[in-house]
């Protein structure tokens, strides 16, 4: 699909805003190692989340005399924050070819999470979808004929450009991510909602996310992702992700949720296992994840109720289960495991439904 505006004689809006609600997503099979320009090595697949979100409002004014540079504003919750903008800056500049208006506008961008910023819990997929939908409004102003597939799927393309994981918080439900030759219409430039059948178990999946650690990362997901180059087994990593969505497609159609288990909490620890075998190396576990991790198998093999955990690029830890036990497996969690987070934090989220648009002007 070609995502440059084709037209050269459009007519810009002289002003307008727009806000979009944007959720964050938790990978099943995890993104790890990427090509120039933000093109994954493996297919991956998350479920989108539901209460963990962006809210981001975009005001924009048609400039008098353009100058062939962006120019923006940054409010967050409510105050300027320079240190955020050199990001939206490299943002604009990879997807100016795709929405070449850009430039024409004064932006005032004002975003606020749903979480606190400082928890640990990447904002980027919640952050870059938000504003990439903004700027999909806009582009639908100047160019109304465009579909809703082109909407969703031009707004994903934007979003993986400003990281790759936002490309799966436009949809809801289970999305994925690059090419996979199981799943039709899959491609690295864009994510798509998971296209086969859905077993009921999985349905408003909950995750409740621990914050062990809401420290700054030591290493960020871009040096991270840069280490799987020259990787002494990146090669058998990739493979094992392609792997592991077959074996998904199986478990997800079944309901068989020991196997849905076993695969995401392999894919969490094989993550982390490539953090701990690059070149140079790093650890993002903390001791309160393995108290975590520890406790929840022996739960688990005490009860036989089906809770499991995966990870993130960090030290929190996304703790997955049914709906129909969350009863009993939120017990558990308040009485055995929140005492490991800091000033006893966590977030009780599930899957949700996508981004939505808030107001628009
Ligand atoms: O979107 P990025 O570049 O921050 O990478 C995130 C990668 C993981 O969160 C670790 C895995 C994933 O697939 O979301």
């Not at 099979?29 to 962006?54: C, E, H, M, R």
């Amino acid at each position: 699909m070609d995502f440059k505006l084709q037209s050269t004689s459009l007519l810009l809006p002289e002003q307008g805003s727009v806000t979009w609600k944007s959720p964050s997503n938790i990978a099943l099979v995890k993104y790890w190692g990427k090509k120039p320009v933000q093109i994954p090595a493996n297919p991956s697949i998350s479920f989108t989340l539901d209460t963990s979100a962006t809210t981001t409002k975009l005001t924009y004014s048609k400039r008098e005399h353009p100058n062939g540079n962006y120019n923006f504003e940054l409010l967050f919750e409510g105050k300027p924050r320079e240190d955020f903008k050199p990001k939206i800056a490299k943002f604009f500049e990879r997807i100016e070819a795709y929405v070449p208006f850009i430039k024409a506008y004064d932006f005032v961008i004002e975003t606020s999470n749903s979480f606190p910023h400082s928890s640990g819990i990447a904002s980027s997929a919640s952050g870059m979808s938000a504003l990439a939908l903004c700027l999909m409004s806009i582009e639908k102003k100047i160019t109304p004929q465009i579909t809703q597939e082109y909407f969703t799927k031009k707004a994903s393309f934007l979003a993986r450009l400003g990281s790759g994981s936002a490309s799966r918080s436009i949809e809801g439900g289970l999305v994925t991510w690059g090419h996979h030759e199981m799943l039709p219409g899959s491609s690295n430039d864009f994510a798509s909602k998971y296209p086969f059948e859905v077993h009921s178990n999985f349905i408003n999946y909950q995750d409740t996310i621990l914050l062990v650690d809401k420290g700054e990362k030591k290493v960020s997901s871009t040096v991270g992702h840069n280490l799987m180059h020259n990787h002494p087994f990146s090669e058998a990593r990739f493979a094992q992700a392609n792997n592991n969505l077959f074996k998904l497609k199986e478990i997800l159609s079944s309901g068989d949720l020991t196997s849905f288990m076993s695969l995401v909490e392999s894919e969490a620890l094989s993550l982390h296992a490539m953090m701990m075998t690059s070149m140079p190396y790093f650890i993002l576990m903390k001791p309160a994840t393995m108290e975590i991790i520890n406790k929840i198998w022996d739960f688990r093999e005490k009860t036989g109720l089906p809770v499991c955990f995966t990870l993130d690029a960090g030290a929190n830890v996304h703790v997955l289960y049914p709906e129909t036990d969350k009863v009993k497996i939120y017990e558990f969690i308040k009485n055995e495991l929140v005492a490991y987070c800091q000033k006893g934090h966590y977030i009780c989220d599930q899957v949700g439904n996508g981004a939505t648009v808030l107001a628009e002007q």
